[in-house]
């Protein structure tokens, strides 16, 4: 059985080494970096690991199309088990071992929890952003049922077996809306694990459009629908 990690990348100079060091500390199989078009120094940390497998875009795509691309990636090179993190400090990788022994429990999808009473927290979580993932966490347990605590959390681990069930198209971050309206239609298994909920830097943005709540809401709103109409659910 071959494990992975998947980081996707875009300008994580300040924190990618850290990342790496810490994955390693934690896991010793394949990890696959996708760095999406970065152009802060991001590409000079990479270069410096010879254990990584980097795929480099020319230009910034999305986080959604950089996790397809590393899904696709770690497709080809056999791997069965595959953790999902971000590379910007906020995710624990002393984790990844406990989401890999989840999934042996015969799980599908094992989705990292910032919001469990056993999470623990670092940091305050911006208010505009607490309330929407509250909000559209609550419409998709409405119609799966499965009773989530965190509809965007990046901490991840899957069955590549279990991705091989759908084909996924959104570029951008309402790509886990998609990925679990999918999931939902092929009646994968989904448990949730606690981890932290780590907020350092405010500031970080969505983009000049996301980072306005409402349209980041609608825009969300809109993934959802589609991606429930694609499969033969929508309203």
């Known amino acids: 059985m071959s494990d992975a990690v998947l980081m996707p990348v875009y300008n994580e100079a300040p924190t990618v080494a850290a990342v790496l060091q810490a994955v390693r500390e934690n896991f010793d199989g394949v990890v696959i970096v996708v760095d ?118 990046g901490f991840k681990a899957y069955a590549m077996s279990a991705l091989s069930k759908f084909t996924l198209i959104e570029p951008g971050y309402g790509m886990p809306l998609e990925l679990w309206a999918n999931a939902w239609n092929a009646g994968l298994t989904v448990t949730e694990l606690a981890v932290e909920r780590i907020y350092r830097d405010q500031s970080r943005s969505f983009g000049p459009v996301l980072d306005d709540p409402q349209q980041r809401l609608d825009y969300y709103l809109n993934v959802w629908d589609n991606a429930l109409e694609r499969s033969g659910h929508g309203s």
């Open 36 to 153: 999406d078009g970065s152009n802060d120094g991001t590409q000079v940390e990479l270069a410096k690991h010879d254990d990584i497998v980097v795929v480099r875009l020319g230009k910034n795509q999305g986080y959604g199309c950089a996790l397809r691309i590393g899904f696709d990636v770690a497709e080809r090179l056999g791997v069965s088990r595959l953790v999902t993190m971000d590379c910007d400090g906020q995710h624990e990788s002393a984790h990844i071992p406990q989401f890999l022994l989840a999934l042996e429990q015969g799980y599908d999808i094992v989705s990292g929890s910032r919001y469990l009473a056993e999470s623990g927290v670092s940091g305050i979580a911006p208010a505009d952003r607490r309330a929407i993932n509250a909000q559209i966490t609550q419409m998709i347990n409405s119609v799966t049922g499965w009773g989530l605590t965190d509809a965007f959390c």
